[in-house]
């Protein structure tokens, strides 16, 4: 592992190749000294299901894999397990019963790929890597991201549970079939996405964001999380951000591209994250009853995290400790 101060003087060195002849450029400079003694590798993610996604990003990175490897095996962790109700299998379904996924992953090339509106695959993420890697397009919607799935060898599971399909059935009878009555005075519920972003030992970043969406959303919903700039965003120059929470919200404000612009403008990222919540707090008048949370990392392996409403946290793993942290909120 790298400590902070070889590190910064890795990334120093690397700032002053970059210099252009007679042109003085410094670093981005952050506006809040980190809380704690950052290292590399790194991880952060979104919600608790973060804390194994991060292990297994973390044991991908120290076992010589990509920090797109690690990034992509990470969140294929929630998506697999059928208990998680906000992502891939077992995923809240749509006011229809079905499950529709979206997902999105950025490389430290500047690389993207995203589906959206995904049925019947369990590993959306990996379908994003494809795309992201085998096309030369960034994002694959419904059946032509089901058949690009097939075709590339990924097999169709039923992404409905037993469980998820009682409690769909429950939520039918209650809410009249309108979805609005998620977000009323449950602003924590009925969306978990995990938005992961990690560094790995020469400093290069990677994000994935993968997630059934709003629970009980009208059929054809996508949200934020395969949109990149909204969900998700990286610039290995600068640093990654990746959002959780209503959707609507943060693809009005272009969340995640937004964090990662402030911290180029010398932010750190907890400021830029909670400059990004105040964004939505002035712009978008129905941020009051909603949850949106962002997290974020710079190129010097700071983290921050703020959120609109009490309640959300987010995993880091980071100097060989893995461990749950409540965000600040705006609210
Ligand atoms: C969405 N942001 O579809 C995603 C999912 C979510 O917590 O709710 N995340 O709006």
């Not at 973390?58 to 294929?76: K, N, P, T």
């Not at 008048?285 to 921050?304: D, L």
Request: with cysteine; glycine share 12%.
């Amino acid at each position: 592992m790298l400590n902070r101060r070889k590190f910064l003087e890795k990334i120093s060195a690397a700032g002053a190749v970059t210099l252009l002849p007679g042109i003085v450029k410094s670093m981005p400079v952050p506006a809040e000294a980190p809380d704690h003694d950052v290292a590399i590798p790194a991880v952060i993610s979104t919600w608790s299901h973060g804390i194994p996604a991060n292990e297994k990003a973390m044991e991908v990175m120290r076992g010589g894999g990509s920090v797109v490897d690690a990034v992509e095996q990470g969140v294929r962790i929630p998506e697999g397990d059928p208990d998680n109700r906000s992502v891939g299998l077992g995923g809240t379904p749509d006011r229809d019963g079905h499950v529709t996924l979206d997902a999105s992953i950025m490389g430290s090339d500047g690389n993207a790929g995203a589906v959206c509106f995904l049925e019947h695959i369990i590993h959306p993420i990996s379908v994003a890597r494809l795309v992201m890697e085998k096309t030369p397009h960034v994002l694959l919607a419904g059946e032509g991201a089901l058949q690009f799935a097939l075709e590339n060898g990924f097999e169709e599971h039923k992404l409905l549970t037993p469980e998820t399909e009682k409690s769909w059935k429950e939520w039918v009878k209650e809410s009249n079939y309108n979805p609005e009555v998620n977000w009323e005075d449950k602003p924590n519920e009925f969306h978990d996405t995990i938005g992961l972003l990690a560094m790995d030992e020469n400093g290069d970043m990677a994000g994935a964001c993968t997630t059934s969406g709003l629970g009980y959303k009208m059929r054809g919903r996508v949200g934020d999380s395969p949109i990149i700039g909204a969900g998700l965003f990286v610039d290995n120059e600068i640093g990654g951000a990746t959002a959780t929470g209503m959707g609507e919200l943060v693809m009005k404000t272009l969340g995640s591209f937004l964090v990662v612009e402030l911290m180029r403008q010398g932010r750190s990222p907890q400021q830029a994250c909670k400059e990004a919540v105040e964004r939505i707090v002035k712009k978008v008048p129905e941020n009051k009853i909603r949850q949106v949370g962002f997290i974020a990392m710079n190129k010097k392996g700071e983290t921050g995290a703020f959120c609109l409403q009490p309640g959300f946290n987010y995993a880091l793993h980071q100097n060989d400790e893995n461990k749950m942290i409540e965000s600040k909120s705006y609210y």
